[in-house]
């Protein structure tokens, strides 16, 4: 079989210099570009066609998801109807690496005449896009991936950075923590653990509950039918303590055949920790990772107890 690794690597070391080469070509039209879009009420609207379309909306969305209010317009689009989606408070960024595609600077005397801003994005400073923009983003590559120089390859990639580099600049500057990235997630796991409270996630029905009397028969018994891996001591409707797979092994080492004489006052961990049902689930996932144990117990203010939390019960 005939190697192609030489390929994707001769590919990956023009890339790589396309993306070096931007941190050199940066000026402070950056800046001016970031300090608009932060003094803008409106949206960040990105807008280009083919590939630089493409690039254009994968920008768009991490920008929505990450503090950035941003939708994608298509040029075509937008020139049969979709400009009335702009409003005065916007900022348009027009993608264009030639900086010469008619469908796109066919926009640009509308765009401006709405008195909306517009960041050009293209590879020739001197282009018609580069002119005719407020601010410009200079992407320029020096060589194309394909081997054709036609593809457009490392053209993309630089736009997609110069996308990424302007959205972190603008989480940076709006001091985007994860907590809200979690807000704009949350269906995705980081979106769970920091906005999911412990109430939701807490086993509650049949829990595996014993009395301090109950004897080890019977706290077998109740570990093994709640499938929790531990049995809940509770006396006098509060929680006494707790009683783990690992107490009882640690028991049954120590006691050997006298264990079975015992109760579960005399293996339990005494007044083990409890959690509020309010507790967000990453901070109760964070207790049981400081403190190597996989269950907390979550009670009440006068230590009723009201379930368990696992460090697994996102996954439920």
């Given at each position: 079989?005939?190697?192609?690794?030489?390929?994707?690597?001769?590919?990956?070391?023009?890339?790589?210099?396309?993306?070096?080469?931007?941190?050199?070509?940066?000026?402070?039209?950056?800046?001016?570009?970031?300090?608009?879009?932060?003094?803008?009420?409106?949206?960040?609207?990105?807008?280009?066609?083919?590939?630089?379309?493409?690039?254009?909306?994968k920008i768009s969305a991490t920008l929505a998801s990450t503090g950035t209010p941003s939708m994608f317009m298509h040029?075509?689009?937008?020139?049969?109807?979709?400009?009335?989606?702009?409003?005065?408070?916007?900022?348009?960024?027009?993608?264009?690496?030639?900086?010469?595609?008619?469908?796109?600077?066919?926009?640009?005397?509308?765009?401006?005449?709405?008195?909306?801003?517009?960041?050009?994005?293209?590879?020739?400073?001197?282009?018609?896009?580069?002119?005719?923009?407020?601010?410009?983003?200079?992407?320029?590559?020096?060589?194309?991936?394909?081997?054709?120089?036609?593809?457009?390859?490392?053209?993309?990639?630089?736009?997609?950075?110069?996308?990424?580099?302007?959205?972190?600049?603008?989480?940076?500057?709006?001091?985007?923590?994860?907590?809200?990235?979690?807000?704009?997630?949350?269906?995705?796991?980081?979106?769970?653990?920091?906005?999911?409270?412990?109430?939701?996630?807490?086993?509650?029905?049949?829990?595996?509950?014993?009395?301090?009397?109950?004897?080890?028969?019977?706290?077998?018994?109740?570990?093994?039918?709640?499938?929790?891996?531990?049995?809940?001591?509770?006396?006098k409707n509060k929680v006494s303590g707790v009683i783990t797979d690992g107490d009882l092994r640690r028991a049954m080492?120590?006691?050997?055949?006298?264990?079975?004489?015992?109760?579960?006052?005399?293996?339990?961990?005494?007044?083990?920790?409890?959690?509020?049902?309010?507790?967000?689930?990453?901070?109760?996932?964070?207790?049981?990772?400081?403190?190597?144990?996989?269950?907390?117990?979550?009670?009440?203010?006068?230590?009723?107890?009201?379930?368990?939390?696992?460090?697994?019960?996102?996954?439920?």
């Amino acid at each position: 079989m005939k190697d192609y690794i030489k390929y994707a690597k001769e590919v990956f070391t023009i890339e790589a210099k396309a993306l070096a080469d931007l941190s050199k070509q940066l000026d402070n039209n950056f800046n001016k570009a970031v300090d608009a879009v932060l003094k803008s009420k409106g949206r960040l609207v990105i807008t280009g066609i083919g590939k630089s379309g493409l690039v254009g909306a994968k920008i768009s969305a991490t920008l929505a998801s990450t503090g950035t209010p941003s939708m994608f317009m298509h040029p075509v689009e937008a020139f049969h109807g979709d400009l009335g989606m702009l409003k005065k408070d916007d900022v348009v960024v027009a993608i264009s690496y030639s900086g010469e595609t008619e469908e796109l600077l066919k926009l640009i005397p509308y765009i401006k005449a709405a008195q909306i801003k517009v960041i050009g994005m293209s590879g020739n400073p001197q282009s018609t896009l580069a002119k005719n923009s407020n601010f410009h983003l200079n992407v320029k590559v020096y060589k194309e991936a394909c081997p054709l120089e036609l593809a457009p390859t490392s053209s993309t990639t630089a736009t997609l950075a110069m996308g990424d580099a302007l959205a972190v600049a603008l989480m940076k500057a709006r001091n985007f923590n994860p907590e809200d990235f979690a807000k704009f997630h949350p269906g995705g796991s980081l979106g769970r653990k920091l906005l999911t409270t412990v109430e939701s996630c807490m086993f509650k029905d049949n829990l595996p509950v014993i009395k301090p009397t109950d004897n080890i028969q019977q706290v077998i018994h109740t570990m093994s039918s709640g499938r929790l891996g531990l049995a809940i001591v509770v006396d006098k409707n509060k929680v006494s303590g707790v009683i783990t797979d690992g107490d009882l092994r640690r028991a049954m080492d120590k006691h050997t055949a006298k264990l079975f004489t015992l109760s579960a006052k005399d293996i339990m961990t005494n007044k083990p920790r409890t959690i509020n049902k309010k507790m967000m689930m990453a901070e109760a996932e964070e207790v049981m990772n400081t403190n190597k144990i996989t269950s907390l117990l979550v009670a009440d203010g006068k230590g009723k107890l009201e379930g368990v939390v696992q460090i697994y019960s996102l996954n439920k």
